[in-house]
T-cell receptor, first 114, second 109 residues
Framework: GAVVSQHPSWVICKSGTSVKIECRSL??????MFWYRQFPKQSLMLMAT?????????EQGVEKDKFLINHASLTLSTLTVTSAHPEDSSFYIC??????????FGPGTRLTVL | AQRVTQPEKLLSVFKGAPVELKCNYS??????LFWYVQYSRQRLQLLLR??SRESIKGFTADLNKGETSFHLKKPFAQEEDSAMYYC???????????FGTGTRLTVIP
C-alpha cells in the first residue's frame, strides 16, 4: 500500500496564528486526498476532499476560509488552519487514494492551540 | 443521511475467546462497508471490506442488509488483536468514508 507522511506530527501554537500541515504520499500518485479531524474519544470526521489541481470540496459546517486546502501535486496536500483558536485543537489526519479506491492514512498531526 | 453506529466504546475478551464488534449503519442507498484498525501508536489501516468477502487475520464480517449491520467477528481472539476498530461506510459512487466512533478491543492474556 501507499506510504503517507504528515508533517509536523505535533504542533503547538498561539491563538490567532496560522498553522500549515503537510500530507505527503511518498510512493503513490494520490489523485484524491482527504482531510479528517478527530476530537478526543470521538470518531474521524471528514473535513474536505481534494483532487489534484482543483479546489477542495468541503463538508457541511467546515469553513473553507478557515481551513485552507491546497492539493498542488499528486504527492502533496497542505491544510492551513488560519487564525487558529483553542477550539481548533484536534488531531488532523489525511488519507489518499489513487487508481484503486482504498484509502491510505497518514499518522496524523496533533494541533494544540494555546 | 448516512450514519454508522458502534454501540460499544470498550470491549474486553480473554485470549482464545470469540469476539464480535458490532456495527450498524443507516443509509438509504447501497453502501460499501469497511473495517479499519488502529494498533497502538500506529496509523489507521484497512482491515477488510465487505465486497471482498475475505478473512483477514482471522476476522470476518458479513453485511446484513436486513439488519443493516456489519459486525466484525473472530472465533479465537489473540493478544495482538488489541486495538481500536472503526467501522466505516462509503456511499454509492462516492470517495469519502463516514466512520463510526470506534471500539477499543482489549484481549486479556
Amino acid at each position: 500500500g501507499a506510504v503517507v507522511s504528515q508533517h509536523p506530527s505535533w504542533v503547538i501554537c498561539k491563538s490567532g496564528t496560522s498553522v500549515k500541515i503537510e500530507c505527503r504520499s511518498l510512493d503513490f500518485q494520490a489523485t484524491t486526498m482527504f482531510w479528517y479531524r478527530q476530537f478526543p474519544k470521538q470518531s474521524l470526521m471528514l473535513m474536505a476532499t481534494s483532487n489534484e489541481g482543483s479546489k477542495a470540496t468541503y463538508e457541511q459546517g467546515v469553513e473553507k476560509d478557515k481551513f485552507l486546502i491546497n492539493h498542488a501535486s499528486l504527492t502533496l496536500s497542505t491544510l492551513t488552519v488560519t487564525s487558529a483558536h483553542p477550539e481548533d485543537s484536534s488531531f488532523y489526519i489525511c488519507s489518499v487514494t489513487g487508481e484503486t479506491d482504498t484509502q491510505y492514512f497518514g499518522p496524523g498531526t496533533r494541533l494544540t492551540v494555546l | 443521511a448516512q450514519r454508522v453506529t458502534q454501540p460499544e466504546k470498550l470491549l474486553s475478551v480473554f485470549k482464545g475467546a470469540p469476539v464480535e464488534l458490532k456495527c450498524n449503519y443507516s443509509y438509504s442507498g447501497s453502501p460499501e462497508l469497511f473495517w479499519y484498525v488502529q494498533y497502538s501508536r500506529q496509523r489507521l489501516q484497512l482491515l477488510l471490506r465487505h465486497i471482498s468477502r475475505e478473512s483477514i487475520k482471522g476476522f470476518t464480517a458479513d453485511l446484513n442488509k436486513g439488519e443493516t449491520s456489519f459486525h466484525l467477528k473472530k472465533p479465537f481472539a489473540q493478544e495482538e488483536d488489541s486495538a481500536m476498530y472503526y467501522c466505516a461506510l462509503r456511499q454509492t459512487g462516492a470517495n469519502n468514508l463516514f466512520f463510526g466512533t470506534g471500539t477499543r478491543l482489549t484481549v486479556i492474556p
